[in-house]
């Protein structure tokens, strides 16, 4: 409708929306992104919903615009969240902060430990866990959609010890898995192994070089701690 009355303000606002649903769709799949396009986006459809039912009769227009409420309150996402028990519970005093903490970030144990536990001078390679707010030793942490530090290293080793002295070039002393953390981001990458190589050598070395290279030192219910080997 706005095509045919030639509605300048209201066709670049939908190429303003166009493009930036474009650049998203280009960039890490991260649905807060997308937050200033749908923003312009709800205008648009605000002002359609509005002129498509104005002609309406009122008992209609008011069918319609509760049918509308319902799908938008159902597709709410801090009511589809799963977080959300978790988060009443805590506003109405039936759950502590520390217990909200301890159910919903998987990193709270290891960080913790980290920090009571490591030599102030450590450096600790986080794997799996792209959050570093909170722990206080220095630390390498990776971007999520990256390949991880640790495959890259195993596919351009000729050993699993070479991947113990790269490692340590690089001042790491530490390594800190987060197993859950790690499994949710394959998920969402589509992979089926947070640690997975393009050959099964690579994988081979890699595993050789966590079972031999790395002295654990601490562990949780998803996550473990472990000390870089000397040569």
Not at 21 to 39: D, I, Q
Not at 44 to 61: C, F, K, N, Q
Not at 74 to 79: E, F, H, V
Not at 95 to 102: C, K, P, S
């Amino acid at each position: 409708m706005w095509f045919r009355r030639r509605d300048t303000n209201a066709l670049l606002v939908f190429g303003l929306s166009a493009l930036g649903v474009t650049m998203w769709a280009l960039g890490p799949p991260l649905g807060r992104y997308l937050l200033p396009s749908l923003a312009l986006i709800a205008a648009l459809a605000g002002t359609a919903w509005s002129e498509i039912v104005d002609s309406y009769p009122t008992r209609l227009r008011y069918i319609l615009g509760s049918i509308l409420l319902l799908v938008l309150a159902g597709n709410c996402n801090p009511i589809r969240g799963e977080y959300l028990g978790n988060q009443l519970a805590c506003f109405l005093g039936c759950q502590t902060d520390e217990e909200y903490l301890e159910d919903n970030l998987t990193q709270l144990d290891s960080f913790r430990t980290v920090n009571a536990d490591l030599p102030v001078d450590a450096k600790v390679l986080l794997v799996g866990e792209p959050r570093a707010y909170g722990i206080d030793r220095a630390i390498v942490v990776e971007d999520q959609y990256r390949t991880p530090l640790l495959v890259e290293l195993a596919e351009g080793s000729s050993s699993a010890s070479d991947i113990g002295r790269s490692l340590r070039s690089l001042g790491i002393t530490h390594i800190l898995v987060n197993g859950a953390e790690a499994n949710r981001i394959a998920a969402a990458d589509g992979r089926t192994d947070f640690l997975a190589c393009s050959s099964t050598e690579a994988r081979v070395r890699l595993d050789q070089f966590l079972a031999d290279g790395v002295t654990p030192v601490a562990g949780g219910r998803s996550w473990k701690i472990g000390v870089l080997s000397e040569d």
